[in-house]
């Protein structure tokens, strides 16, 4: 009995009083997400989420970097490097500059995060079938949700330690619990993307940051203690770079407070920083060069695409893309255009809601009431520096990436910013309601739970009906893709509208559709074309067209097209049955038309066909 007696009274006054919260928060918080998973689960919807994935998938099987996503915009570059370096490798006597036979290099993802997923793959060998009723789970998929779930709970310490050692215990508490029942968070952690890692790599910097400046003022002679902070602060701006290049471009801010904060050695310690996120992305960067002859691989491009050169997807879909702009006007003028109308949109809506809520108007009204603490006030100068940085980068790195999941994308570079802004919102409505004279002390947890219950109302309203819909159809329907990809055998080439999620869920090679079927009649001599694939670099054995294409708008990208395009395939095979007597694939199952389209060499899908008859028309 009387251990009995000392344990409870350690779990209820003693220390491990704190231990016994933080568990219970814990459970808390992970019984919660079980609700919330139970609740909002779906397939992934965005591109980026399938294509790290199957990448990821790819390294914990041992293939190394190579994806089967394959974009025309990455044959070419590999292609044009292995001939300009005279490396083509030749398989059984066939060429293969492209390296569709032997394994193409992904040059489109940075690395920490798949290889975060490779060793999730690696330590949990999951079924790769999809469930056969919606919402069609898929194992691999849920297990990136609840790894994003973990990684968010990570980000919630973090920032509760960070609030909690520039500000006081309340604002942590109120810091943490906002950030759980803000309902982005959750949506991006189910999303499958690199967010969740990006923020706690954010958090972290700004830890090191406020470590590195607290030395310099309160303790300058350990200048080592400085340095150390520096160089750790020059690494997880490195790491974040190799998570996503977008946010490489921190490293401005963290070097200028470094330079301006960080006591009488501030400079050295500036430099240090930026040498070690130097050294830390150049052997990645040497890599993509010499696949690609880009630094960053295809992504060297984002600032090109979606300019009025480059709309849409186009870029990625050249096979030979030609950098030029219309005689008499400037080279830059693409570039201006694309970042003047993306910073309106910025503006007027995204910079709003950056803080991933309302609490976004607390922070910027709050920006009036001055800081007398150092560290305070100088870490909210490295937000509000970090403002203008990811606003540019956003407004010049938009793509179409950015309209195919719009908020949950990789491309929402504003949201890594919420922690913080979140943290100083917390703390500057404390101060009002410090100032608030209530009848009784106890009244004040009535508005701050008000407080709370108003941030959470997206989040809440997930559990009112209607039901959040299960699938991300259309276009993405787990079972019919991975149905349809097993038709082909593991080393055979399919090409779809949808090749990230042809890869994720189909296991086989997919490249994105070509700008043209056949050359436009204008352009004969046009190289982006689906013979300059299947004649030249390896033969296509399927294509599958979902509602991404069939849905298109019937002016720009049906009329407007022109005959020999994608469009005029499409029309075909729904008017007349068939396809055109210059198409190669002419076996297509039923079931398919009119939301999608699969065209094959011959009826795979039946076990008694075989390769077809030369001539004559197929019927879909």
């Not at 919807?45 to 990448?55: F, K, N, R, T, V």
């Not at 310099?216 to 750790?232: C, K």
């Not at 890594?416 to 009002?432: D, W």
């Not at 296991?507 to 352009?523: G, K």
Request: proline fraction near 9%; glycine fraction near 6%.
């Amino acid at each position: 009995m009387p251990f009995l007696q000392d344990l409870i009274h350690q779990l209820e006054q003693g220390p491990g009083a704190r231990y016994l919260r933080v568990i219970l928060a814990v459970l808390g918080v992970a019984a919660f997400a079980v609700a919330y998973n139970l609740r909002a689960y779906k397939n992934f919807s965005a591109p980026e989420a399938m294509d790290m994935a199957q990448l990821a998938r790819n390294l914990a099987e041992g293939r190394g970097y190579t994806t089967l996503c394959i974009r025309p915009l990455t044959i070419h570059l590999v292609k044009k490097t292995n001939e300009e370096r005279q490396r083509v490798p030749v398989i059984n006597g066939v060429r293969d500059p492209a390296r569709l036979h032997t394994g193409h290099p992904d040059i489109v993802n940075p690395p920490v995060y798949p290889v975060l997923l490779a060793g999730l793959f690696k330590v949990l060998p999951l079924p790769q079938r999809v469930e056969a009723r919606p919402p069609f789970r898929f194992a691999p998929e849920m297990a990136i949700a609840v790894l994003n779930q973990g990684l968010f709970l990570v980000l919630l310490g973090l920032t509760f330690w960070l609030a909690r050692r520039l500000f006081d215990p309340a604002v942590a508490w109120l810091s943490a619990v906002l950030m759980l029942m803000t309902e982005v968070f959750w949506r991006f952690a189910l999303s499958g993307l690199s967010t969740m890692l990006v923020l706690v790599w954010f958090v972290l910097l700004a830890i090191c940051l406020v470590q590195a400046e607290q030395i310099g003022r309160e303790q300058p002679e350990r200048s080592g203690r400085l340095f150390a902070w520096a160089a750790l602060a020059g690494l997880v701006v490195g790491l974040g770079c190799l998570t996503r290049y977008a946010f490489g471009w921190l490293i401005v801010p963290a070097v200028l407070c470094l330079w301006w904060f960080a006591g009488p050695r501030r400079r050295p310690a500036a430099l240090l920083a930026l040498a070690v996120f130097v050294v830390t992305i150049t052997p990645w960067v040497v890599r993509n060069w010499h696949v690609s002859g880009l630094p960053f691989g295809a992504a060297t491009y984002a600032v090109l695409d979606g300019t009025y050169v480059w709309p849409g997807d186009k870029l990625a879909r050249s096979l030979e893309p030609r950098f030029e702009v219309p005689v008499g006007i400037s080279p830059l003028s693409p570039l201006w255009n694309k970042f003047f109308a993306n910073l309106k949109l910025i503006m007027t809506q995204d910079l709003l809601r950056f803080g991933g809520s309302w609490v976004t108007a607390l922070f910027l009204a709050g920006l009036l009431v001055p800081l007398l603490h150092p560290g305070r006030r100088r870490l909210r100068w490295f937000l509000l520096l970090c403002v203008p940085v990811l606003v540019t980068i956003q407004a010049l790195g938009r793509t179409h990436l950015s309209d195919e999941t719009p908020e949950i994308n990789t491309e929402n570079l504003l949201i890594l910013l919420a922690p913080l802004v979140i943290v100083y919102g917390a703390a500057f409505f404390l101060t009002l309601l410090d100032q608030m004279e209530l009848p009784l002390y106890s009244l004040r947890y009535g508005v701050v739970a008000l407080f709370v219950g108003v941030v959470a109302l997206p989040l809440w309203l997930v559990f009112l009906p209607p039901r959040p819909i299960r699938t991300a159809y259309p276009p993405y329907n787990p079972l019919i893709i991975q149905q349809s990809a097993n038709w082909l055998r593991p080393h055979e080439l399919m090409m779809t509208d949808i090749p990230w999620a042809v890869a994720w869920y189909g296991q086989r090679q997919a490249v994105l559709l070509t700008r043209h079927f056949l050359p436009p009649p204008d352009e004969a001599n046009a190289p982006d074309t689906f013979f300059a694939i299947n004649d030249y670099l390896k033969p296509v054995n399927a294509l599958y067209l979902t509602p991404r294409t069939t849905d298109t708008r019937f002016l720009t990208g049906w009329v407007l097209a022109g005959e020999r395009s994608w469009a005029n395939l499409v029309i075909d095979a729904l008017v007349t049955r068939s396809v055109p007597p210059w198409c190669p694939l002419r076996a297509a199952p039923s079931g398919f038309l009119p939301e999608q389209l699969f065209l094959a060499d011959w009826a795979r899908w039946r076990r008694d066909a075989g390769p077809p008859e030369p001539g004559g028309s197929a019927k879909p």
